[in-house]
């Protein structure tokens, strides 16, 4: 892996370098994949401004968090610092593929567990707040809880909180929780899907229970750009004017440029190399999802029968300890693999996913909709086959297909509970990857793309609001 060092030049070269000491940076992620991942990433952008960052959660979480990383390494930074802290053991519930609500079990582990935090993260804080003259907590959304009483009344810390999701996702729970009266411009689509069986009610509750925390933030942060997002910001903002609280889009967290390794590259990227340009489409669904043999069947067919190249990433949910215990492998058809030789790669391990969705030759994603995989395949420019399971992802897909157009639905949320046949499988990935239809989207994808890495350069509208991010925590 390479440093991303054309990233960080783009941050912090405009007269905003900070004295290391001055002003420190905690990143309190919550300890699941899509949400670790985003606070890295975060943190390697505020890094890049000579600003210290310590990350914070238990040792196997940061752990994954740094393996599973793309586009650079941790290791290489020398201002971010990993604390591994201890907290009593905690096991996964195993998640049921054939469930209704496809919401995996193991994220209410991974909040319960969390919890446990506190008192280190305590710790950490008091020692951190007796040397530098301010520290700035970052915390996840689902992690407010997770700032004890003492630290919050610390007078140098001060917190914001880090939503995971669009802005489009949480404009919409404010505007439903206000009875959808208030005038949202015609920013908002008809046919929002509800959030029936996107979670459990268990962990509906947990998200509920970290509301209260809210009041003690001095801003909320979000992974989105106003490329992408601003009408959704502006109407965010708007919502917040009165208790003076701002919204930052710093976003995309991932990196924009990648530097294409010479050595070790996962092989993969060396199969796409022989690819022609935009004919591969890139197939996965994150690390939440769980699907049934049945469906499997069904998409491995849809797939060959497509007649389109593809990379499958064949993986099974995450658990809330991923080192630890058994996975279930997925079974494919016998001999489904050799059958598609010359036109599918099927891939187990863990990959590389912002140098697929950065290879020219990949010109389509078939995703679950995460709000990960959604901003790094805007960022790329490639256009979405959208199959969302759980959370935010069917909202997420509202976004992409009806207000972007950057995507299509490979089948209609309204239709969860049925099975996705291959033939539907076939159809969307046709449309996408060899129909007229898909091309102009490709070409939409193309320009967006373009325009959120232009963001992120000096004078963009990312960088620009990043600096006065920096400004503003250490003022
Ligand atoms: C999470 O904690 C709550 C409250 O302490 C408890 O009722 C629930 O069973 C726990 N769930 C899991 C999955 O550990
Ligand atoms: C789902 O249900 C089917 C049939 O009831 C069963 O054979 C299968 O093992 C179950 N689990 C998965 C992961 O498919």
């Not at 690819?275 to 994150?286: E, H, I, L, M, W």
Request: aromatic content about 8%; glycine content about 6%.
């Amino acid at each position: 892996m390479t440093t991303n060092h054309q990233d960080n030049q783009n941050h912090g070269q405009n007269g905003l370098q900070v004295k290391e000491q001055e002003v420190v940076v905690v990143m309190v992620p919550f300890p699941a994949q899509g949400h670790l991942n985003q606070l890295l990433q975060l943190s390697r952008l505020v890094s890049s401004y000579n600003i210290p960052v310590h990350y914070v959660g238990t040792a196997s979480h940061n752990l994954q968090a740094k393996v599973r990383v793309h586009g650079w390494n941790p290791l290489n930074i020398f201002n971010v610092h990993f604390h591994d802290f201890e907290i009593p053991p905690f096991v996964s519930c195993p998640p049921d593929a054939n469930g209704t609500c496809k919401f995996p079990p193991h994220l209410q582990t991974c909040f319960n567990a969390s919890k446990q935090l506190g008192h280190p993260l305590a710790q950490l804080l008091v020692q951190l707040s007796s040397t530098a003259r301010k520290v700035i907590v970052i915390h996840d959304s689902l992690m407010g809880s997770v700032l004890i009483q003492e630290v919050r009344v610390i007078p140098n810390v001060e917190s914001y909180c880090f939503h995971s999701v669009s802005a489009f996702s949480i404009y919409l729970y404010i505007w439903e929780s206000m009875g959808k009266s208030i005038d949202a411009n015609d920013a908002i689509p008809k046919d929002i899907p509800s959030l029936e069986d996107c979670f459990t009610k268990e962990f509906l509750d947990s998200i509920s229970s970290e509301y209260d925390y809210r009041k003690f933030n001095s801003g909320n942060v979000y992974n989105t750009c106003r490329v992408i997002e601003s009408a959704y910001m502006d109407l965010l903002d708007r919502e917040t004017m009165s208790n003076k609280i701002k919204n930052w889009a710093l976003g995309p967290f991932n990196p924009v440029t990648i530097v294409p390794q010479k050595k070790n590259r996962h092989f993969c990227l060396e199969w796409l190399d022989k690819q022609a340009p935009n004919s591969v489409v890139y197939v996965s669904f994150g690390t939440t999802t769980a699907m049934n043999d049945a469906q499997i069947k069904e998409l491995a067919i849809g797939l060959k029968q497509s007649n389109q190249k593809f990379i499958w990433l064949v993986r099974d949910v995450d658990k809330a300890d991923v080192f630890s215990g058994e996975v279930r492998r997925v079974e494919l058809p016998k001999g489904y693999e050799d059958s598609v030789k010359y036109t599918g790669l099927v891939v187990r391990d863990w990959s590389p996913q912002l140098e697929i969705l950065a290879h020219p030759s990949t010109g389509g994603f078939m995703s679950h909709c995460g709000w990960n995989s959604c901003m790094e395949s805007m960022s790329m420019g490639v256009p979405i086959a959208a199959w969302p399971m759980h959370s935010d992802q069917p909202r997420n897909t509202v976004l992409i297909t009806q207000v972007l157009k950057v995507g299509i639905f490979v089948r209609d949320w309204a239709h969860r509970q049925e099975i996705v046949t291959s033939n539907m499988v076939e159809t969307a990935v046709t449309r996408l990857m060899a129909s007229k239809e898909g091309d102009e989207m490709r070409n939409k994808a193309a320009e967006l793309g373009r325009q959120v890495r232009q963001s992120m350069r000096e004078g963009g509208v990312s960088c620009t609001e990043f600096n006065s991010f920096v400004a503003h925590i250490t003022r």
